[in-house]
């Protein structure tokens, strides 16, 4: 989710783990490794200075929900974990979530 596009959820792919490279106000160099979720912040608000939006990212239209679809879906997922097919598509938002509860 994105407070630039209110109320719409996406699964936009992102690199699993990144390393930044960054100078501090007192123009110290840094360089950090970053993964899992730090990581898709990062790129995410590093797009933004870029002027790239998460839904330019979407591979398919498909990935694209309603906020509010989310939420019903994590709920229900979490009430149920056992109704999970591994076997769905990667694009399926059941499967998705699967990955994170």
């Known amino acids: 989710t994105c407070l630039s596009v209110p109320g719409v959820a996406a699964l936009v792919p992102r690199h699993e783990w990144i390393e930044a490279e960054f100078r501090t106000l007192d123009n ?3 360089m950090v490794r970053l993964e899992d979720h730090p ?10 200075l870029e002027g790239i939006m998460m839904l ?9 929900f309603m906020e509010e ?4 879906q994590v709920a229900e997922l979490s009430a149920n974990p056992g109704a999970m097919d591994p076997s769905e598509s990667p694009s399926s938002l059941q499967y ?3 990955l994170y509860l």
């Open 69 to 72: 679809e989310l939420h019903r």
């Open 56 to 64: 330019d990212r979407i591979l398919d239209t498909g990935d694209i």
């Open 39 to 48: 990581a898709r912040v990062f790129q995410h608000e590093y797009d933004h």
């Open 96 to 98: 998705v979530f699967s």
């Open 28 to 30: 110290r160099l840094h």
